[in-house]
Nanobody, 122 residues
Framework: VQLQACGGGLVQAGGSLRLSCAVS????????MGWFRQAPGEERTFVAA????????YYTDSVKGRFTISRDNAKNTVYLQMNSLKPEDTAVYYC????????????????WGQGTLVTVSS
């Protein structure tokens, strides 16, 4: 499985970006798909996820109401729509494909995209 993330960039606070993660080698509906982010000097942390079954979505508290994760099975792609961006959202964003690991930690996760940088200026 290969993941290709794109869509990052520089945006002013309050602006929006949409990240995309194209999946190849397997169908996107075969996995729980997630977005994680890593700010400079910090660990990689969970942002959002969508379950392979039922399409249930999950978000870390700091992005609830601002970010939306979605999946397009026809395009084999997962998206992260980010609105009302804040400087503290600045990070490299990574997409992940995996089974149900029972938690949203990074340990044991198998398939990662290469990361896309989001920079939010104040």
């Amino acid at each position: 499985v290969q993941l290709q993330a794109c869509g990052g960039g520089l945006v002013q606070a309050g602006g929006s970006l949409r990240l995309s993660c194209a999946v190849s080698g397997q169908t996107v509906s075969s996995y729980d798909m997630g977005w994680f982010r890593q700010a400079p000097g910090e660990e990689r942390t969970f942002v959002a996820a969508i379950r392979r079954s039922g399409g249930y979505t999950y978000y870390t508290d700091s992005v609830k109401g601002r970010f939306t994760i979605s999946r397009d099975n026809a395009k084999n792609t997962v998206y992260l729509q980010m609105n009302s961006l804040k400087p503290e959202d600045t990070a490299v964003y990574y997409c992940n494909a995996d089974g149900d690991l029972g938690n949203w930690g990074t340990s044991g996760r198998r398939y990662w995209g290469q990361g896309t940088l989001v920079t939010v200026s104040s």
